[in-house]
């Protein structure tokens, strides 16, 4: 059982682009979240999803979006790349909404 | 606003001492507290939580965490730090809407 993963591992990227970071979970968790760390700041979220179909906005939504297709991805699309979006972000699911959250390895992202 | 503060950036312990690693929450209603831990260029993993019951929770790899309600603390500790024990450790109340709140972590080093 993988759990979750994540891809890219790492990723450099220049202003302006756009980047899609991609999260697989294999527990039929119906829960699914993006984080981002930063240094000093801990984790904060980004984007949730409830339930395949759903989404909703974290604490820090702006330039990013997700999708909720299926109960397995749920990726995260920066439409036009910035500076302040360097950071690792995790992906993260749970049973229910309000269940323990498992987290993936996390995706490392610069942005020039 | 719910919210979790953990106090020091770094805690520094010799190997075979007892480690505490400070927590303290301010949450509307019933806290459910969370610690986690993150190991260099990993994902976070989850040790133990805090919903309802005994105040002294034990979780993975010989953690345990107490419950204060008076001193809103959810305190981390293990009687006898390994090395293999440092790392970042994160607490986390969950919120009224179900997600959690992270702290901004708190380095533990645990020196032969």
């Known amino acids: 059982i993988a759990g979750i993963t994540q891809a890219p591992t790492s990723q450099i990227l220049a202003a302006g682009r756009r980047m899609t970071l991609r999260c697989t979970q294999d527990m039929r968790h119906n829960a699914m979240y993006w984080y981002r760390q930063d240094l000093g700041l801990g984790l904060r979220l980004i984007h949730y999803?409830?339930?395949?179909?759903?989404?909703g906005k974290g604490e820090v939504p702006d330039g990013y979006s997700v999708s909720r297709a299926n109960t397995d991805d749920f990726p995260l699309t920066l439409a036009s790349a910035v500076p302040s979006q360097t950071s690792v972000y995790f992906c993260?699911?749970?049973?229910?909404?309000?269940?323990?959250?498992?987290f993936g390895p996390g995706t490392r992202l610069t942005v020039l | 606003a719910q919210s979790v503060a953990q106090p020091e950036d770094q805690v520094n312990v010799a190997e075979g001492n007892p480690l505490t690693v400070k927590c303290t929450y301010s949450?509307?209603?019933?806290?459910?507290l969370f610690w986690y831990v993150q190991y260099p260029n990993r994902g976070l993993q989850f040790l133990l939580k805090?919903?309802?019951?005994?105040?002294l929770v034990k979780g993975s790899y010989g953690f345990e965490a107490e419950f204060n309600k008076s001193q809103t603390s959810f305190h981390l500790k293990k009687p006898s730090a390994l090395v293999s024990d440092s790392a970042l450790y994160f607490c986390a109340v969950r919120d009224n809407t179900g997600k959690l709140i992270f702290g901004q972590g708190t380095t533990l080093q645990v020196k032969p």
């Open positions: 949450v509307s209603g019933n806290p459910y």
């Open positions: 805090y919903i309802t019951g005994d105040n």
């Open positions: 999803s409830n339930t395949a179909g759903t989404t």
């Open positions: 993260a699911s749970s049973i229910g909404a309000r269940d323990t959250q498992y």
